[in-house]
Structures are given as C-alpha cells and as structure tokens.
C-alpha cells in the first residue's frame, strides 16, 4: 500500500491506454471479501459476455482484503484494465492500492477506443487534479464547473467520456459534452429502491464506441440470475 504522500503526479495520473475494443464492460465497488475475488456474482462474467474489454473502476476488495483475484476471474472473459483507488485499510489509514503493470495503473487513466478518450476513476470527488463532489449514493456536482477545463486536469488532457465509481449507484448524465456514466455496485447497490449497506444483485455497465459514437447501457443483473 502506499500513502496518499508518497504518490508522484507520474503515478496519480496513467497516461493514456490505447485498445481495439467496440463493447466495453465496466463494473466497481463489487467490495469481495475473497482475495481470489470467488464471491463476485457469476452474473457479473454472463453480463460481459462478448465484451472486447472490460474496465474495473476500483474498490474489488474490503478492508484490507484486495481482491485482485476477481480481475483474473474477470480476465477470462476479456482483456482486463483497472485503475487504483483510496482505501480506508483495517488501522484506519487511508492508503493507495498498488498498481500492477499497466494492468492497475492509476488513480486515473484515460482509455482511447472507437475514436473516443474514456477517462476511468474511482472517485472523482479525489485527486488527482480537482475534486468533483460526488455525494455517497448521489450524482456528480457540476453546477457551475467549467467541467472541460477541470476534467483536463485530472486526466492530464481532454476526455469524451468520463467511466466513475465510488458512489454504487448507477447513472448516466450529460455535461459540457462530457457523458459521464457510473456502473453501479454489482453486490451493494444504492440508488432509488436500493438499500445501502445491504447485499444484493445490483449492476453493471456497458458502454458501445464506435467511430466517436458512444452509447451506454446499465445491466441488471438480477434479470440474469
């Protein structure tokens, strides 16, 4: 683990990650208790299934329980790239989690497919760049932020799409011609109808690019169990 201190800029921010990939499925805050990450719902791989990729936006583990082993299990389905993210660990700290090649490289990373610049985070409402307040369960706070400059600075360049985590409550909004979309929690969703805290089926996502076209879907995946 490392300490928020210790982490350089060169660190924080990725870079970019080019891939041939039209399908992409993203999913975070699946917070397994297996380190071999055994406990994510095998809904989770029927919903990727045909993905060309498939993006982890962070929190795959509880407490001090990483759960990378889920991207391997992730990984038999598709090609698989993460970000790292801010954990609250079993002393209380808050920590970074280790990145792992350019498999988990990252608090934030940007992902160009289809003609589109994917910016991937756990948590927009952390560096690196601006904060964006992102409520737990709730949306992104953009009122009045110039959300192209802001998004630029976090990402170290322009971004078409912006794939986040953190608030396990899925969602889809438009901003400066910015999409942001959200995934939701696969086992501990929020939103309307949702009890927080509470484990249960919840969603994944699915996001098209084609040509500088996107499209994006949420997957329940209480319909595929």
Known sequence: MTTVEQ?????????????TARRIGLLG????????????????????DGVDLIVHLGH????????????DRLAKVAPVLAV??????????????????????????????GGVR???????????????????GGLPELHGVAVGEVLAAKFGGPVDVVAYAGSHRAATLL??????????????????GRVAGEWALGTVGILDVADGVVA????ELSLLS
């Open 175 to 192: 901003a400066d011609g910015v999409l942001f979309v959200n995934p939701g929690s696969p086992t501990y969703p929020k939103g309307p």
């Open 84 to 113: 790292r993210d801010y954990l609250t660990n079993g002393a209380k700290q808050l920590v970074i989690t280790p990145g792992d090649g350019e498999r988990v490289a990252g608090l934030t990373r940007v992902i160009a497919a």
């Open 216 to 219: 994006f879907e949420t997957v």
């Open 60 to 71: 795959m583990g509880s407490g001090d329980v990483l759960g990378r082993g889920v991207l």
């Open 7 to 19: 982490l350089s800029d060169e660190q924080a921010m990725a870079g970019v990650t080019s891939v």
């Open 118 to 136: 994917i910016g991937a985070v756990h948590n927009p409402g952390r560096g690196p760049g601006p904060e964006i307040e992102t409520p737990p």
């Open 29 to 48: 805050d699946d917070h397994n208790e297996q380190e071999d990450g055994s406990d994510l719902p095998a809904e989770v791989l029927a919903a990727f």
